[in-house]
């Protein structure tokens, strides 16, 4: 699973899932 695919299922299934986790090239920040 790459960071696009995860964002995408993020974004989908988990609404309340900031997407200000993720930087700049996608990639999530724990």
């Known amino acids: 699973m790459n960071p696009q ?3 995408s299922i ?3 299934g ?3 899932f900031p997407v200000t ?3 700049a090239a996608g990639n999530f920040r724990a």
């Open 10 to 12: 993020l974004s989908s």
């Open 21 to 23: 986790d993720f930087d």
């Open 14 to 16: 988990l609404l309340s």
């Open 5 to 7: 695919e995860l964002k």
